[in-house]
């Protein structure tokens, strides 16, 4: 069983930046396939970047956002960048088979909020 815990969250301005961190515990995430996802109010949960055999970002980031890996310390980051006010959500941290299509373990969330 893998546990996540989701950080970084907060208030920024339109443009700004901030980093969410996903330290897990009970598996090494260099096994598994993770991905941080977002969901806004009123719409479902979706993938904004995953990490496994490749890396994934979905459009509405492009090159705003970053995911990266900290096998030392078995945590997950999301570098966000240029946040815009559509960034608003909760941003969740899950956790997978490596080469499969589903995710089996999730964080609790973090809530990121962008003022404009």
């Known amino acids: 069983q893998v546990q996540l815990v989701e950080s970084g969250g907060g208030l920024a301005q339109a443009g700004g930046s901030l980093r969410l961190s996903c330290a897990a515990s009970?598996?090494?995430?260099?096994?598994?396939?993770t991905a941080w996802f977002h969901q806004s109010p009123g719409k479902e949960r979706a993938v904004v970047a995953s990490?496994?055999?490749?890396?994934f970002y979905a459009d509405s980031v492009g090159a705003r956002f970053t995911i990266s890996r900290d096998n030392a310390k078995n945590t997950v980051y999301l570098q966000m960048n240029s946040l815009k006010p559509e960034d608003t959500g909760v941003y969740y941290c899950?956790?997978?088979?490596?080469?499969?299509?589903?995710?089996?373990?999730w964080g609790q969330g973090t809530q990121v909020t962008v003022s404009s």
């Open positions: 009970g598996g090494a995430l260099i096994n598994y396939r």
């Open positions: 899950a956790v997978g088979a490596k080469y499969g299509s589903s995710y089996s373990f």
């Open positions: 990490l496994g055999w490749r890396i």
